[in-house]
């Protein structure tokens, strides 16, 4: 990073940045920049070169550009940090990071144990990162992406052993230190008995924390390690001072104590709570383990022979055939070419019912065969397939930062200097006041702050509840892209319905045609424009229209919101809405308008198919509303949410939909871009927006909520856009993520509320607050019980979660 001495010359690289007007608004926007000492776009070298003084201004630039709608080739990449112990051990790992030059982004998960890492490929890359944060006592795990769960599995699973046979050991050895110090103190030989097995225990089995603590001396920091290895060292240096050299305080009339029961006690109890938090933070990530667990390792791939091959999972390439036997877990993305069975597709979407496969049907990895067979060609593989892409998703959310964790994480970076501080003062405060006995029960008073004072519990209060969250979802079809979203989703109380694959299935059908004068030798002209035609309206047609020739046409053009258009001859067709008609002067004839009012009453769609001057058909198209969309609005409704629907469909259409399922608002004939238009009318009566939909021309609205909520079976774009993803496709699943929101944020409340008074009670009460009123000097063991004890009660509220309603 430049120091504040020089200053320093940064290239950032551009995307899209085509022409000097391009490149002259990425400069105005640059010279906006607080921090940039000069700025030039370099346009033929596609990169801006900026001066600075500060790594920060960096980020600060390329935010900028981003939202100027331009890229920036950044590479985003997520590593496991091993050698953590503690939440401030992640704020400090996490600042190192961001210290690195080329680093625009970091973020350090405790619970979770990953690094989230967005960089300049062209100043820094993994290795210097790794360096970075190897620099302060920590590594980060190198590995593809393949093998790096596998490794940090075994790594973790070799670490829990580790700790259990460490602690058994601890606690084995600590029991007579505890017994003599407790019954048998004036036994002979008491204190060198203690010494002899309280040594093992602060000396071998509580080693790391003196290892870790020296670390973190070295760069200027401390953690939760710093804190044990000051109490134990204290009090263990302490009783070998007062055993060798008694006389010291006999000759001041004082009883020289030994305290190895508390040194060997309280690493015991660190050790035994460090376990129980490692075993409950397994219990958190249990979805990803779950949907990691979904995919088979091998394959059996149909060769050109038409022989079968066992194959591994990592070989299976686009475009093989694969055979699938019943009860046999579908392994890749594809297409059925033959065959026909029930799927279970219930790890992905939640719901229960298997879906029959045919052919043509799309098939997902993860999901499992029932009875029949079939075999299926391989469309998405590897990091392609929706599993894959799903749990990446819920990785990403799993370590991505609540809002509220900003707050929690300045704390816990401050936090165990100012305890040190405070340990000093009691130790100070004892020695003024109390005189004689001052050194002895102000270095247990001391020794017992540093004991008590738990960041842990403030480091794990909201990650730990984000990640069960965020799996409790993905459990049940509900994919939720990062931590915000989640905590933002309670507050939402307007959501802006689309109609078509959101309220109502998504698979129109022609229900009726009528051909003016019952002449239909032009439907040849209609099959071919809605061939080249994008909207699932066209799809429905082409269907009905399966056994029709299509007739050659020529200069096509899609008219967004309103339909297409088509050359035949020196004859124009149009196939579209009403409103496609009016602006073309097209007279519509009586005996077809008459059909049209009798279809909209239905709530039918009506799509008109007409040439330069005549309508020549009537279409009526049926999308049938899903048995859940009712139930689901209603739920809302009941939760006090304002319920919008927008629909391309005319006026009569929207309205007989609305009457069906109960929606109060609604608007017909909406123009794509409109949508997102009437999201920020919403926004700016001051509402939480949400908006719900499926295709790519809701993608703008979807991006332009509070909260994006993608149907699962729609456009990629539309899931890529989208802060959740409903897999099933279900409305029923947004109130239920509704309550999840809430449940995620009252269970954060409750962990930050017991972390903060637990320390704001503990640390007063271990300083000796209480001994002028009653007496009461806490014991450093209870003291090291109670810190062990506050990091599992907070996980174990967030594992309460997984079982809420």
């Known amino acids: 990073m430049a120091t504040n001495n020089y200053k320093e010359t940064i290239y950032i690289p551009l995307e899209d940045v085509e022409s000097e007007h ?26 801006a070169a900026i001066t600075v003084k500060d790594n920060e201004v960096v980020a600060a630039a390329v935010k900028a550009v981003k939202d100027l709608g331009y890229g920036v080739s950044t590479i985003t990449k997520t590593f496991p940090v091993l050698g953590m112990t503690c939440a401030s051990c992640a704020s400090s790992a996490e600042s190192m990071v961001k210290y690195e030059q080329g680093v625009l982004n970091a973020a350090v998960n405790f619970a979770t ?57 601890a606690i084995i050895l600590s029991l007579p230190v505890v017994i003599i110090g407790m019954f048998f103190m004036d036994m002979p030989y008491a204190n ?28 200027g920091s401390a953690n939760m390690d710093t804190l044990v290895a000051l109490s134990t060292g204290i009090a263990y240096i302490f009783s070998i001072f007062n055993m060798l050299f008694a006389n010291f305080w006999h000759q001041r009339g004082l009883h020289a104590h030994v305290y190895f029961e508390a ?52 070989a299976v390439n686009v475009g093989d055939i694969i055979q699938v036997k019943p009860g046999e877990k579908i392994a890749v993305d594809g297409m059925v070419i033959s065959g026909d069975s029930y799927v279970d597709e219930s790890m992905l979407s939640g719901e229960p019912v298997p879906v029959l496969k045919k052919e043509n049907e799309k098939v997902f990895a993860g999901t499992i065969n029932q009875k029949g067979s079939f075999q299926f060609s391989a469309v998405k593989v590897g990091k392609e397939t929706m599993l894959a892409q799903i749990i990446k998703m819920v990785q990403d959310a799993q370590g991505s930062k609540a809002p509220v964790q900003k707050m929690v994480d300045k704390i816990a970076g401050v936090f165990v200097p100012v305890v040190i501080g405070i340990a000093l003062f009691t130790f100070a405060m004892w020695l003024t006041l ?34 069960v969250g965020v799996g409790k979802g ?64 066209a799809e429905a047609l082409v269907n009905h229209l399966a056994g029709v020739s299509a007739t050659p046409i020529a200069a096509f053009d899609s008219i967004t919101g309103k339909g297409a258009k088509a050359k035949y001859g020196l004859e124009t067709y149009y196939v579209g809405n009403k409103k496609l008609l009016m602006e073309n002067g097209i007279s519509i004839a009586t005996e077809l308008q008459r059909q049209e009012d009798q279809w909209s009453e239905e709530s039918k769609t009506v799509i008109w198919f007409a040439n330069s001057t005549n309508t020549l058909a009537v279409i009526a198209i049926s999308d049938k509303i899903k048995e859940t969309s009712v139930l689901a609005i209603q739920e809302m409704e009941a939760m006090g949410i304002e319920l919008y629907m927008l629909t391309g469909d005319n006026e009569s ?84 993520a509704i309550r999840l929101s809430k449940q995620t944020v009252a269970t954060i409340k409750q962990n930050l509320f017991w972390a903060f008074i637990y320390n704001v009670i503990g640390i007063p009460l271990a300083a000796g607050i209480l001994f002028p009123i009653n007496g009461l000097l806490l014991n450093p063991m209870i003291a090291g019980a109670a810190m062990a004890l506050s990091s599992v009660s907070v996980v174990s509220n967030s594992l309460r979660l997984k079982w809420e309603k």
């Open 434 to 467: 109390v005189g004689d006995n001052g050194v002895v029960q102000g270095l247990l008073a001391a020794v017992t702050v540093l004991v008590i004072a738990c960041p842990c519990a403030l480091g794990l209060a909201t990650p730990t509840a984000i990640m």
């Open 192 to 219: 060198p008995i203690m010494w002899f097995f309280a040594t093992p225990v602060v000396l071998w089995l509580g080693k790391d924390f003196f290892t870790n603590a020296w670390k973190q001396a070295k760069h």
């Open 22 to 47: 391009c490149a002259l608004i990425v400069e105005k926007e640059l010279s906006l920049v607080k921090g940039i000492e000069s700025h030039n776009v370099e346009l033929n070298n596609r990169r």
């Open 263 to 314: 040194a060997a006690v309280v690493i015991a109890f660190i050790l035994l709570g460090k376990l129980l938090e490692e075993k409950a933070k397994g219990n958190t990530s249990s979805a990803i383990k779950k949907l990691m667990g979904l995919q088979p390792k091998t394959v059996m791939v149909i060769q050109a022979d038409g022989s079968e091959r066992q194959v591994a999972i990592a």
């Open 474 to 537: 993905a459990e049940h079809g509900i994919l939720i892209k990062d931590a915000e979203s989640l905590q933002l989703a309670k507050r939402i109380d307007a959501i802006v319905l689309d109609k078509t694959g959101t309220i109502t299935e998504g698979r129109p059908r022609v229900t009726g045609i009528q051909w003016l004068n019952d002449d239909d030798t032009t439907n040849g002209i209609l099959l071919n424009i809605e061939k080249q035609s994008e909207h699932p309206l």
């Open 653 to 736: 259409t929207a309205k007989a939909i609305a009457e069906q399922t109960g929606i109060k608002h609604y608007k017909a004939e909406v123009m794509p871009q409109h949508k997102a238009d009437f999201v920020k009318e919403l926004q700016q009566q001051g509402k939480v927006v949400a908006m719900v939909g499926d295709g790519i021309n809701d993608s703008t609205a979807l991006a332009t909520a509070d909260v994006g909520i993608a149907m699962g079976k729609g456009s990629d774009i539309a899931m890529d856009v989208a802060k959740m993803t409903i897999i099933a496709s279900d409305l029923t699943k947004i109130p239920q």
């Open 113 to 169: 144990g990953n690094l989230t890492v967005e960089y300049l490929p062209n100043i820094t890359d993994a290795t210097k990162i790794q360096k970075a944060v190897q620099a302060g006592g920590y590594d980060l795990l190198m590995e593809d992406e393949a093998t790096q769960q596998e490794t940090l599995e075994s790594i973790h699973a070799e670490k829990f052993r580790t700790l259990k046979t460490k602690t058994i050991w």
